[in-house]
Nanobody, 127 residues
Framework: QVQLVESGGGLVQAGGSLRLSCAAS????????MGWFRQTPGKEREFVAAITMYTGQTYYGDSVKGRFTISRDNAKNTMYLLMNGLKPEDTAVYLC????????????????????WGQGTQVTVSS
């Protein structure tokens, strides 16, 4: 029902910045929520940030709070992640996730709350 495509990954030096984008196509609505997770081989998928598309309420993982900023453009059905002050430990495949949060309790930091996933974009931070 929803397709997600990430872009904007690349190679940067420590302290640099990158801006990731996730474009959603399909039947998104006011109750749609989106988020970013990252995956490093050998480690569990880690929550990065999330946003409600309707209100713009944001959530951040402790490791990125103060450095990363999540935003969205509803007219473009696109979510962004501005990553400042990048560190080598930020190196990972960054995955876009989406879901319809209609009823019940949802933990937006939990990957099991999301139903749709992009293929990911590689972010590599060199030291």
């Amino acid at each position: 029902q929803v397709q997600l495509v990430e872009s904007g990954g690349g190679l940067v030096q420590a302290g640099g910045s990158l801006r990731l984008s996730c474009a959603a196509s399909g039947r998104t609505g006011i109750n749609y929520g989106m988020g970013w997770f990252r995956q490093t081989p050998g480690k569990e998928r880690e929550f990065v940030a999330a946003i409600t598309m309707y209100t713009g309420q944001t959530y951040y993982g402790d490791s990125v709070k103060g450095r990363f900023t999540i935003s969205r453009d509803n007219a473009k059905n696109t979510m962004y992640l501005l990553m400042n002050g990048l560190k080598p430990e930020d190196t990972a495949v960054y995955l876009c996730a989406g879901a319809y949060f209609i009823a019940g309790n949802y933990d937006r930091t939990d990957l099991t709350s999301y139903d749709y996933w992009g293929q990911g974009t590689q972010v590599t931070v060199s030291s």
